[in-house]
């Protein structure tokens, strides 16, 4: 079965930081862009990050940069979301899914909660 396999999220206070898995089951990353997204209660589900395999390029939306970092390991085929400085608004279910050349069936994602 092709699925991407996430860990991660939980409960942290402002200012915390927590750091989210995103493992290829039945793929292999290489030759994808893979992205990190959230969606929060009533809203839209945004693109945070993207990672094109293909030349090494890493977008940041504005409301992450300088906060969240996204990095690869190649060897295990895993990709991860370090969240820094996180504030109550970052508060959403978060998922990683492909950007191109496909998108996979949308998984449950993993809850973050940031509240005091």
């Known amino acids: 079965q092709l699925q991407l396999v996430q860990s991660g999220g939980g409960l942290v206070q402002p200012g915390g930081s927590l750091r989210l898995s995103c493992a290829a089951s039945?793929?292999?990353?290489?030759?994808?862009?893979i992205g990190w997204f959230r969606q929060a209660p009533g809203k839209e589900r945004k693109r945070l990050s993207c990672?094109?395999?293909?030349?090494?390029?890493?977008y940041y939306a504005d409301s992450v940069k300088g906060r969240f970092t996204f990095s690869r390991d190649s060897a295990n085929d895993t990709v991860y979301l370090q969240m820094n400085s996180l504030k109550p608004e970052d508060t959403a279910v978060y998922y990683c899914n492909g950007v191109f050349p496909i998108q996979f069936p949308w998984g449950q994602g993993t809850q973050v909660t940031v509240s005091s």
């Open positions: 039945g793929f292999t990353f290489d030759h994808y862009a």
């Open positions: 990672f094109n395999t293909n030349d090494g390029n890493i």
